[in-house]
């Protein structure tokens, strides 16, 4: 039994490994608080992650860098995509308070909008972890990951979806589920989805 409290044992990997999660994920809260911020904290969290799956030592330092270093870029990004979704989601509904021939399409349309919007807002900041060059072509590269990617992405979307439908249910009948997206909840979402997406070595296609 002693075995399992050394160092290198699985069951102190296992438990370092989770602690590390613990305390990326209070970073992303706190970096988050301005809001406005949380893209550049989203970015940052991606790459610390990154880093705890490849085994490297600094992953706060890490955390810490990428957050400053795409800063601009990701703020950019987050505003960007907190008004568009405000019009996609404004227009939905002011769709579906009137009447008229075609609406069908529209509201289908919208939906088809509203999915790429989605599937772009779940890649964008893993791709930009890697990206140095200007917004325009991040979003190129973006598109370009998400079309030969597109059923991981979409895998993704179904993944966030039911997390979101599952906290929402249990929330009904225990509101202390806020405390998992508070202790480990973003750091675990951000590891599965890179998981989904094979953005780490070790689950990187050959």
């Keep these: 039994m002693a075995e399992w409290f050394h160092p290198d044992s699985k069951i102190m990997g296992v438990l370092g490994k989770v602690a590390d999660l613990l305390l990326l994920n209070l970073l992303f809260l706190l970096c988050c608080l301005p809001v406005v911020t949380t893209g550049a904290a989203l970015t940052g969290l991606f790459d610390a992650v990154r880093a705890l799956e490849e085994e490297e030592s600094k992953v706060y330092t890490v955390f810490f860098s990428t957050f400053k270093k795409k800063f601009r870029d990701a703020t950019l990004l987050f505003v960007l995509q907190v008004f568009i979704l405000g019009i996609l989601i404004w227009e939905i509904v002011l769709l579906n308070q009137v009447s008229f021939p075609g609406k069908e399409a529209l509201l289908v349309l919208q939906g088809m909008l509203l999915l790429a919007f989605l599937a772009i807002s779940v890649t964008v900041y893993p791709v930009l972890t890697s990206w140095d060059g200007p917004l325009k072509g991040l979003m190129k590269e973006t598109a370009g990951f998400i079309m030969l990617h597109f059923p991981r992405v ?42 989904i997406l094979r953005i780490y070595p070790s689950v990187r296609e050959v």
């Design 154 to 195: 979409i895998l993704v979307l179904l993944f966030h979806g039911v997390q979101l439908v599952l906290t929402v249910l249990i929330f009904t009948v225990l509101p202390s589920i806020f405390l998992y997206w508070t202790m480990i909840g973003g750091s675990l979402s951000v590891l599965y989805t890179g998981k």
